[in-house]
């Protein structure tokens, strides 16, 4: 079945750092990964998603993440963080059946000034 | 832009009361999920739900829950003889089409306690 573990899950960066939310999936047919977040007191939110093509995926907000197949990854960066950024990230996979998104544990990210 | 509106936002029940969670879904969408997400853990699929009928379920939609498109517009949750460990966030979802490279969009989920 398909999975994604999520590295980390809190990570804390400076306002105007790098962000980098690590996920590794394992699947045995070609995945589709998406990254949502949720803000406090919200619901999930689609980040970006990669299906098919061009590995590396522009998101809203500024982010984007790069699917290598090598490294069985789909890390989630943002060159230049903002504090409105701070919420809880979660990686996904589709499952066999194509009916299920297959949720990682989540990565809170924290912003600091 | 379109969303997927649920009701009610938050939820007190009982142990061992029946408890219905309602979801509109986007208009033009034909496939239809719950999630739920248990306070600090990660979020959990339930099932899916298309043509009418249930698609998909996971070990945890067991006989205690089911799904229902009542009329054209809502997708609802039933919970019968609801349990401490029922209390989570439940999330509704819908896409135009199947999970895999389509976007699911997510409404703000419905926070339910039970006491």
């Known amino acids: 079945a398909q999975s994604v573990t999520q590295l980390g899950s809190h990570v804390s960066v400076s306002e105007g750092a790098l962000v980098l939310l690590r996920c590794n999936y394992s699947?045995?047919?070609?995945?589709?990964l998406f990254w949502y977040v949720q803000y406090p007191n919200q619901g999930l939110q689609l980040l970006l998603k990669?299906?098919?093509?061009?590995?590396l995926v522009k998101g809203i907000n500024g982010f984007e993440a790069e699917f290598k197949k090598s490294e069985t990854s789909f890390h989630l960066t943002k060159p230049s963080a903002h504090m409105s950024d701070a919420a809880e990230y979660f990686c996904?996979?589709?499952?066999?059946?194509?009916?299920?998104?297959?949720f990682g544990k989540g990565t809170s990210l924290l912003v600091t000034p | 832009e379109p969303e997927v509106t649920q009701t009610p936002s938050h939820q007190v029940t009982q142990m061992g009361q029946e408890v219905i969670l309602r979801c509109v879904p986007i208009?033009?969408?034909?496939?239809f999920y719950w999630y739920r997400q248990i306070l600090g853990q990660k979020v959990e699929f339930l099932v899916s739900f298309y043509n009418n009928e249930i698609s998909e379920k996971s070990e945890i939609f067991d006989d205690q829950f089911s799904v229902e498109r009542p009329d054209g517009s809502n997708f609802t949750l039933k919970i019968r003889s609801t349990k401490l460990e029922d209390s989570a966030m439940y999330f509704c979802a819908s896409s135009e089409g199947q999970a895999s490279g389509n976007t699911i969009y997510f409404g703000e989920g419905s926070w339910l306690t039970v006491v």
């Open positions: 208009s033009n969408h034909l496939y």
């Open positions: 990669y299906t098919t093509g061009a590995t």
């Open positions: 699947s045995s047919v070609p995945p589709y």
């Open positions: 996904a996979v589709s499952d066999d059946s194509g009916y299920a998104l297959n």
